[in-house]
């Protein structure tokens, strides 16, 4: 017994005086964030031991006091025994899956708590892979194994017994040794033992699974990984029956010489255990239905890279291969069935319950050709051509494709800009509306709880930031909740957003934004419709005052997700303990890296205390009611801390003789067990180490409704949060007693009267500093379309919209809610006549779909007719009908105007598309004058963008002609004989392609223009596209209109692309007036053109942009018109004329010699791609300005050569800085 003893001491001895520092570092990503239930690997991988310090079957049974003092035991003491009967309910699982996502497409959240975790520890240079992981938010839900190997029936125990201590003040932390006299059992105190996994020194790889489920069965898989090799080499399984007191190896059962890769866990049966072996020996899974205790082996024929287990069928797996094939197995993988080839990875998902029809539905995304894929419907053992559903009409991008809760959303991109879909419940596809002029560049959805749709949107105009949008339920309609969120790439190029939601309380969410270059926290209680800095704490750890002050300095917390899931990570909240809020942070004007400490709120985020001036780790005990905290270090640590109430103090327990260097912490945290694993390592040299701690001992009983309180949530000084006034019922803090895991959180909850900000902004509307919600200048309230049938009625905005799931009691008169509007009879407007593919061509002998839209008007009523343009035509008695698109084949080449029209017996609208078949489409833009003289020639050309080396054919296409004129030139001089609107429609043709463009002409006999200039800050708002452009010329028009008193159909504003933003106000004769009355008309034009120069001049004319934004719109100077003289007699003021002309033109000459010199020839801009290239060159007529032939200009062709070849020079991308001028040239009036 002696020489027994002393050979221990020496072993301890030799262990603390030449321990090897092993620094830990964790470094992980979320490839893939929630995919229903797919399984990634969970790999942990220990420090490269050669020697095994310490043999099996030794015992070694301890006493430590609360001075972490060795106390001797008799050997008659016995062996350790697990002292609880709780059962295990919940799993820890880690299992095996793909690699991650890199693409820049629609990405998914982490969502349920079934989602599994994969990671990859390397010690001494750990390395993680997370794959998948839970809701941070909700205590990791891993279905884990950690791991590090023992031989065979190898027993090595060692036995903590009953370390305890007292309860320390909130200044005493970390470092300080606690006091008080040896434990007693009644006293609060931890059972602990710890058993060495010895004999696989040499493996450096584990995965650990913790069965759960009234189970008290751990799995450890260990593996030698070689770095060199890419393989693993050899592997042993390990099983614990006793909640990991002791450990039986289990080779013999898998057959010794099968190299095991990984281990899944089917989530809704943790009995049945699916382990694969490493394909470079062989292709095979091993099968488990007892939770390991035996496996039956079946060999397969692919190289599986992840599976998906089915959410409902125990038996249904997905795996997916390495060479991009989708398999199927319905009997728990003994048998494999090929879905679908060329399958995107981790772009497939099984039936969602009670949405799709079938339980055995599988979505695909499938890869058709480079950057295009489409989105495949079929069941998962019948998934033949004939079988399948391509429910998206047409292709999609390739890795858009996400399937989650009632959502589908895919991504499409054509001319280079992305178009978002979204399918609600399994509906069709609706284009998913941003804000006109957010211009999204990247997408990815965050969240789709509670029926919404939460989605970080980079915008046009942001580079490192994205802005964080809120959608109403279908996912149609977003909204700006915060700008300028703070991001980062992961190391596959994965986005993580600063952005966590708090669990347990409703509309709660924390979010960091970049402010002037800082990086500051922000918390909102109305699901982001107001944000607020977070309050810093009055003390700090040690009791001392800090005086930081709001706005000026405040609180900033780490919001990142737990790169390492057997860590706490950053922040951590739980849903049984609603208001309590964990995190690293620190105090000042901006988030930093250093300085960090441990913050603490249990009042939901109103007032904050500092708990630890170091970083730790922090996990909920017992349900909440306690907390369990870790330092966060490289150093070796044997202490633990425990706090019964809230963390106002913290008792220090120790759970190991010798430091350990902590790898992670392994916990069931829904379980009643109150068991917890810590594993890690004594030095590099030594094998991984498991310590099982039993914490029942800190509590003394079960709580009683006595041992309760009552905490009322609140928002500052408001009672009300979401619409009602809510109380929780908590632990009295310091009460040692076992809170019972269905206890109500909720005490008490009264609904509260509406106000503004139970309401969000509805679509189109912008809260206003006032808080109340206006139209944005882009948003006509009165322009949006409704549907519905006769004596029916609609609902129609007011601005807001309830925020999804506010519960809000409205009283009295509502000024919020939508008004119920009796629907009125209305002609048909707006349709729109499209093919399913939107492309305008197709190959002879093709399904063509036809797609129509009607934008207002009753459907019911309305017939719709549809005329081929082949001599066929079909009528329908409703636009209901024509939901599924019209098929129709052609049989002939050629190019046909399709038709359709819409009645009713209030009106009619039609709509025209001209379909090339065989020729299939690309891009052209049409440069037009916005207003041409009627009989004068003008000039029109066709751009195509990119450039072609191939010859092209144009197709011209005037109002209502029945064939059009066909050039192979880009440039056609035409004269329009009717005055009015004439609508111009170019084709172009390559090859196969064809691609449209249309202009809507204004053809007057004479018109008078101004040039136009605004305010810089325009500039600021200007994203150079024409749509924007036409938005911004109708508002000036309205503000013209306003100050002068003329009507909106005589002014006309078209502005000009490039920066700075410049205008041109076109002021036509009234159509009222007769032709007789031309003299007087055009004396009216001059003295409507008077008096715009003067309210010009005079600042009258402005709008403002949007809040705080003011426009002030101002003249430039006159433009050229030409002149008309219809006198034929040669009278001395014509002489004059003449001689004018003559020197005007010697002036035209040297124009256009140096026409590069001329802005509106040559604009130059440094942004290219994503803008339509736009040279407008219109005239007027003004008897009293410069008198110029239009043939003396150049011609619009070597106009656009000029701006193409300045395009081409300038280079194209908005990356780059946009700088352009523009000048404009004097004008003398002869």
């Known amino acids: 017994m002696t020489l027994w003893s002393f050979w221990s001491c020496f072993l301890l001895a030799f262990i603390q005086l030449f321990p090897i520092h092993i620094k830990l570092a964790a470094r992980a990503e979320i490839s893939f964030p929630r995919l229903e239930k797919r399984f990634h690997p969970m790999e942990v991988t220990s420090p490269t031991g050669h020697t095994i310090r310490k043999s099996a079957g030794i015992k070694v049974s301890l006493k430590v006091n609360d001075r972490n003092e060795v106390l001797h035991r008799s050997e008659t003491d016995g062996p350790a025994r697990p002292k609880y009967k709780q059962e295990v309910k919940n799993e820890t699982l880690l299992t095996n899956g793909s690699t991650g996502n890199n693409s820049k497409n629609l990405k998914i959240p982490d969502k349920k708590c079934d989602n599994i975790s994969t990671a990859e520890i390397e010690t001494p240079e750990a390395t993680f892979s997370v794959g998948e992981r839970k809701k941070r938010s909700v205590g990791v839900s891993y279905s884990g194994n950690v791991d590090r190997s023992i031989t065979g029936e190898a027993r090595r125990s060692v036995r903590t017994v009953h370390g305890a201590s007292n309860f320390r003040s909130e200044s005493r932390r970390t470092g300080e040794e606690s006091r008080g006299s040896n434990p007693k059992q009644s006293e609060p105190h931890l059972d602990t033992s710890t058993f060495a996994l010895s004999g696989d020194s040499t493996h450096n790889q584990a995965m650990v699974h913790w069965s759960g489920q009234n189970s008290s069965v751990i799995l450890i898989l260990t593996k030698l990984y070689d770095l060199t090799m890419g393989t693993v080499t050899e592997s042993s399984l390990w099983r614990s029956a006793d909640y990991g007191s002791t450990y039986t190896k289990l080779n013999d059962k898998v057959t010794s010489r099968?190299?095991?890769?990984?281990?899944?866990?089917?989530?809704?049966?943790?009995?049945?255990?699916?382990?694969?072996?490493?394909?470079?020996?062989?292709?095979?899974?091993?099968?488990?239905?007892?939770e390991g205790a035996s496996f039956e082996k079946f060999p397969i024929n692919f190289n599986v890279l992840s599976l998906l287990f089915h959410p409902a069928q125990e038996n249904w797996i997905l795996a997916y291969s390495h060479d991009y094939k989708l398999y199927s197995s319905m009997d728990f993988g003994k048998k494999w069935q090929l879905v679908h080839e060329n399958v995107m990875p981790g772009r497939f998902y099984w039936a969602v319950m009670g949405l799709d029809r079938e339980s055995d539905v599988v979505h695909i995304e499938t890869r058709i050709a480079k950057g295009r894929a489409q989105y495949v419907k079929c069941r998962a053992q019948r998934c033949t051509e004939g079988d399948r559903q391509y429910l998206f009409p047409g292709h999609v991008?390739?890795?858009?494709?996400?399937?989650?809760?009632?959502?589908?959303?895919?991504?499409?991109?054509?001319?280079?800009?992305?178009?978002?879909?979204?399918?609600?419940?399994?509906?069709?596809?609706?284009?998913?509306?941003?804000?006109?002029?957010?211009?999204?560049?990247?997408?990815?959805?965050?969240?789709?709880?509670?029926?919404?749709?939460?989605?970080?949107?980079?915008?046009?105009?942001?580079?490192?930031?994205?802005?964080?949008y809120i959608s109403d339920s279908p996912g149609v309609y977003f909204i700006l909740s915060l700008e300028n969120l703070r991001t980062s790439r992961g190391p596959a190029g994965n986005l993580l957003v600063d952005f966590y939601k708090v669990e347990g309380i409703n509309g709660m969410y924390l979010?960091?934004?970049?402010?002037?270059?800082?990086?500051?926290?922000?918390?909102?209680?109305?699901?982001?419709?107001?944000?607020?800095?977070?309050?810093?704490?009055?003390?700090?750890?040690?009791?001392?005052?800090?005086?930081?002050?709001?706005?000026?300095?405040?609180?900033?917390?780490?919001?990142?997700?737990?790169?390492?899931?057997?860590?706490?990570?950053?922040?951590?909240?739980?849903?049984?303990?609603?208001?309590?809020?964990?995190?690293?942070?620190?105090?000042?004007?901006?988030?930093?890296?250093?300085?960090?400490?441990?913050?603490?709120?249990?009042?939901?985020?109103?007032?904050?205390?500092?708990?630890?001036?170091?970083?730790?780790?922090?996990?909920?005990?017992?349900?909440?009611?306690?907390?369990?905290?870790?330092?966060?270090?490289?150093?070796p640590i044997r202490q633990l801390w425990i706090s019964l109430d809230e963390g106002k103090k913290w008792d220090r327990h120790s759970f190991s003789l010798v430091p350990l260097y902590v790898d992670g912490v392994l916990m069931e945290p829904e379980s009643d067990?109150?068991?917890?694993?810590?594993?890690?390592?004594?030095?590099?040299?030594?094998?991984?180490?498991?310590?099982?701690?039993?914490?029942?001992?800190?509590?003394?009983?079960?709580?009683?409704?006595?041992?309760?309180?009552?905490?009322?949530?609140?928002?500052?000084?408001?009672q009300?949060?979401?619409?009602?006034?809510?109380?929780?019922?908590?632990?009295?803090?310091?009460?040692?007693?076992?809170?019972?895991?269905?206890?109500?959180?909720?005490?008490?909850?009264?609904?509260?009267?509406?106000?503004?900000?139970?309401?969000?902004?509805?679509?189109?509307?912008?809260?206003?500093?006032?808080?109340?919600?206006?139209p944005a200048f882009w948003f006509n309230p009165n322009g949006v379309a409704k549907s519905c049938s006769s004596s029916q009625s609609f609902l129609n905005s007011t601005g807001y919209r309830k925020v999804l799931s506010n519960n809000c009691k409205e009283e009295g008169r509502n000024v919020y809610s939508p008004k119920r509007v009796a629907c009125q009879p209305k002609p048909p407007q707006g349709l729109h006549l499209s093919t399913s593919h939107g492309e305008l061509s197709a190959a002879i002998g093709s399904n063509v779909t036809f797609m129509i839209h009607l934008d207002n008007g009753e459907s019911p009523s309305t017939s719709i007719q549809l005329d081929f343009g082949d001599g066929i035509k079909i009528t329908y008695s409703n636009l209901s009908r024509t939901d599924d698109g019209i098929k129709h084949i052609y049989r002939k080449t050629g190019i046909y105007r399709v038709i359709a029209t819409a009645e009713n017996n209030l009106g009619s609208d039609s709509s025209a598309l001209f379909l090339h078949i065989t020729s299939p489409v690309d891009r052209v833009y049409l440069s037009?004058?916005?207003?041409?003289?009627?009989?004068?020639?003008?000039?029109?050309?066709?751009?195509?963008?990119?450039?072609?080396?191939?010859?092209?054919?144009?197709?011209?296409?005037?109002?209502?002609?029945s064939e059009p004129i066909i050039t192979l030139e880009g440039s056609i001089s035409h004269m329009f004989l009717r005055e009015g609107e004439n609508k111009v429609t170019v084709q172009v043709a390559c090859g196969s392609s064809v691609l449209e463009d249309s202009k809507v002409i204004t053809v007057k006999e004479y018109f008078r223009s101004l040039l136009l200039s605004f305010s810089p800050a325009l500039d600021e708002h200007n994203p150079d596209i024409p749509e924007w452009r036409e938005d911004i010329g109708r508002v000036v028009r309205t503000a013209l209109s306003q100050v002068s008193g003329v009507s909106e159909s005589q002014l006309m504003v078209s502005l000009y692309p490039g920066l700075p933003t410049t205008a041109e106000l076109f002021m036509l004769s009234d159509e009222q007036m007769s032709s007789e009355h031309k003299k007087r008309s055009e004396e009216a034009l001059d003295t409507i053109s008077d008096i715009f120069v003067t309210a010009l001049n005079q600042g009258l004319v402005h709008f403002e942009l949007k809040a705080n934004i003011h426009i002030v719109v101002s003249m430039t100077q006159q433009t050229l018109a030409p002149l008309v003289d219809s006198n034929s007699i040669h009278s001395g003021p014509a002489m004059l004329m003449l001689i004018s002309v003559v020197f005007v033109g010697i002036a035209a000459f040297f124009i256009y010699k140096f026409k590069r010199k001329i802005p509106w020839i040559h604009v130059e801009t440094e942004d290219r791609h994503e803008k339509d290239p736009e040279v407008i060159s219109t005239v007027g007529q003004n008897d009293a300005m410069c008198k110029v032939k239009l043939s003396e200009f150049p011609s619009q062709k070597e106009l656009m050569e000029k701006e193409l070849e300045g395009r081409s020079r300038g280079g194209f991308g908005r990356n780059m800085e946009r700088i352009v001028t523009r000048e404009f040239p004097n004008c003398t009036n002869v």
């Open 511 to 635: 979010a960091n934004k970049i402010v002037d270059n800082h990086i500051k926290t922000f918390i909102t209680y109305n699901k982001g419709q107001t944000w607020a800095l977070l309050p810093a704490p009055t003390t700090d750890v040690s009791g001392k005052n800090l005086h930081c002050i709001l706005p000026f300095c405040s609180l900033h917390l780490h919001l990142e997700m737990s790169e390492n899931p057997y860590t706490s990570g950053p922040i951590t909240s739980k849903k049984s303990v609603p208001g309590i809020i964990v995190a690293t942070g620190n105090i000042g004007n901006e988030l930093s890296s250093t300085n960090l400490g441990m913050f603490i709120t249990s009042d939901a985020g109103n007032s904050w205390r500092q708990i630890f001036d170091e970083e730790y780790n922090i996990w909920f005990l017992d349900n909440g009611g306690a907390l369990l905290a870790v330092l966060h270090a490289a150093m």
């Open 397 to 468: 991008d390739t890795n858009s494709l996400v399937v989650q809760d009632e959502y589908v959303f895919t991504q499409v991109t054509k001319s280079g800009r992305a178009s978002y879909f979204v399918s609600y419940m399994r509906e069709s596809f609706r284009q998913m509306k941003l804000p006109k002029y957010c211009l999204p560049k990247d997408m990815h959805i965050i969240s789709t709880d509670e029926k919404q749709v939460f989605a970080a949107v980079q915008e046009w105009n942001q580079n490192n930031t994205y802005s964080l």
């Open 673 to 718: 067990n109150h068991i917890i694993t810590f594993f890690g390592h004594f030095s590099h040299r030594s094998e991984w180490q498991l310590i099982k701690i039993d914490y029942k001992g800190l509590f003394s009983r079960r709580c009683m409704d006595g041992d309760y309180q009552t905490w009322s949530l609140h928002n500052k000084e408001q």
């Open 258 to 290: 099968t190299v095991l890769s990984y281990l899944y866990v089917c989530p809704t049966n943790k009995q049945k255990i699916l382990m694969l072996s490493d394909p470079e020996v062989e292709s095979a899974v091993l099968i488990s239905s007892d």
């Open 720 to 774: 009300c949060v979401m619409g009602e006034k809510q109380k929780y019922m908590k632990r009295r803090p310091g009460n040692r007693c076992m809170l019972a895991q269905d206890y109500s959180r909720i005490y008490s909850s009264e609904p509260c009267t509406c106000n503004a900000y139970d309401f969000e902004c509805d679509y189109g509307w912008e809260r206003q500093a006032d808080g109340k919600c206006s």
């Open 928 to 961: 037009a004058p916005i207003v041409a003289i009627r009989e004068k020639a003008a000039n029109l050309t066709a751009v195509v963008w990119p450039s072609h080396t191939r010859t092209l054919t144009f197709f011209w296409w005037f109002e209502n002609s």
